[in-house]
């Protein structure tokens, strides 16, 4: 999954986000979807069949001691999507996790797991708070300058300032 809009044009149903969380935690089927959810079996289809061909999720067969085999669901792609947006910037990125390098986990039980993810989200909420004190100052700088820009009286001068503005702000995305 590699285009912004495709993406949000998927997770902005919250059927479909309820099902990718549930995905997330473990692989299913429609019907334990459908029962687990409370959501009609054919819209759990219809969602399931939308993110499969938006490539979000894949599905196999899987053989089940109960009847029929099945279709099992499981998520295909990983990323992350920011969007932020302030007085002075709308930016919307999607990073593939494919892009990142991480570690291996490398945990040799259930408490040592669960307590290495505590430290993980720890550090995840303290770089969110890091970022949003960025932006909030990135922000005032913006108003600062975008203020100092419409004073210019020359229209030309404004319009290189403003493009020298823009050139900076790509050139840190």
Partial sequence: ???????????????????????????????????????????????????EQMGMLMSYPEVSNKGPSRTVYVPKSQFTLMIDLHDNMFTARLIPADDVDAEDANVSGMDEAMG??????????????????????????????????????DPEKRKELYGRLNTVSNEEA
Avoid: C, F
């Fill in 116 to 153: 290495r993810i505590g430290d993980i989200d720890s550090q995840i909420r303290e770089l969110d708070l890091k970022r949003s004190a960025l932006l909030k100052e990135r922000n005032s700088i913006m108003s600062w300058l975008n203020h100092a820009i419409r004073e210019v009286d």
């Fill in 1 to 51: 999954m590699t285009d912004i809009d495709e993406l949000l044009s998927i997770i902005e149903n919250p059927t479909r986000r309820r099902i990718l969380e549930y995905l997330t935690r473990e692989p299913s089927y429609p019907l334990q979807l459908s029962k687990d959810l409370g959501i009609s079996q054919q819209a759990v289809m219809k969602n399931l069949a939308l993110m």
